[in-house]
């Protein structure tokens, strides 16, 4: 992995998809899809989780891959783009406070770890999912600064449920642009 969050990786030129992608960085795993061919970018990333975790019949997305080989998920162009509308429009508040505009797509935009745009949205959210047995609750919170007596803004549901959208989103509450390059440069 480059240090902008790139990487690069082959699939074989007879795979054919649908493809799950898993990441373990040590301490969890994440995952994503690609249904097919059509795109030289996945990204995985918190979002791409969320999204698996949406295609998959539990809820769980590290059971994405097997419950593919089963038959008892299915990843295909119009899944994958129905939850990923699901997840984006529970989320909209927030993209449009960040200039995202409506069509982003969080598994397959090309962006740089530097704290702007889809990156910024990544840091702005946490993004939390509870396995349990047939279902799994989601939970997604906006890190953004709140009165002492608020809570962070967020949206619960199950995994097979259609979430709320986010609250309205003020810009200037959210994490500070370029949160990612001073942990990098704090890490450095």
Request: charged share 15%.
């Given at each position: 992995?480059?240090a902008?969050g790139?990487?690069?990786?082959t699939?074989p030129?007879?795979?054919?998809?649908?493809?799950?992608?898993?990441?373990?960085n040590?301490?969890?795993?994440?995952?994503?899809v690609?249904?097919?061919?059509?795109?030289n970018?996945?990204?995985?990333?918190?979002?791409?989780?969320?999204?698996?975790?949406?295609?998959s019949?539990?809820?769980?997305?590290?059971?994405?891959?097997?419950?593919l080989?089963?038959?008892?998920a299915?990843?295909?162009?119009?899944?994958?783009?129905?939850?990923?509308?699901?997840?984006?429009?529970a989320?909209?508040p927030?993209?449009?406070?960040?200039?995202?505009?409506?069509?982003?797509?969080?598994?397959?935009?090309?962006?740089?770890?530097?704290?702007t745009?889809?990156?910024?949205?990544?840091?702005?959210?946490?993004?939390?999912?509870?396995?349990k047995?047939?279902?799994?609750?989601?939970?997604?919170?906006m890190?953004?600064?709140v009165?002492?007596?608020?809570?962070?803004?967020?949206?619960?549901?199950?995994?097979n449920?259609?979430p709320?959208?986010?609250?309205t989103?003020?810009?200037?509450?959210?994490?500070?642009?370029?949160?990612?390059?001073?942990?990098?440069?704090?890490?450095?």
């Amino acid at each position: 992995v480059g240090a902008d969050g790139t990487y690069a990786a082959t699939i074989p030129a007879g795979a054919v998809g649908p493809f799950v992608f898993e990441v373990d960085n040590g301490s969890e795993k994440i995952y994503s899809v690609l249904p097919d061919r059509t795109s030289n970018v996945v990204n995985v990333t918190p979002l791409s989780n969320l999204i698996a975790a949406k295609l998959s019949a539990t809820g769980n997305p590290s059971t994405l891959a097997s419950e593919l080989a089963a038959s008892t998920a299915t990843i295909s162009s119009a899944t994958t783009i129905a939850a990923t509308t699901t997840v984006m429009t529970a989320l909209q508040p927030l993209a449009t406070a960040l200039g995202l505009g409506t069509s982003v797509n969080p598994l397959t935009a090309t962006f740089s770890a530097n704290g702007t745009g889809l990156d910024r949205m990544l840091d702005s959210l946490d993004v939390k999912i509870e396995p349990k047995g047939t279902a799994s609750q989601i939970e997604i919170t906006m890190k953004q600064s709140v009165d002492e007596n608020q809570d962070l803004p967020k949206i619960s549901f199950a995994h097979n449920a259609t979430p709320s959208a986010l609250p309205t989103v003020d810009p200037t509450k959210l994490v500070s642009t370029g949160l990612t390059p001073k942990i990098q440069a704090l890490l450095d």
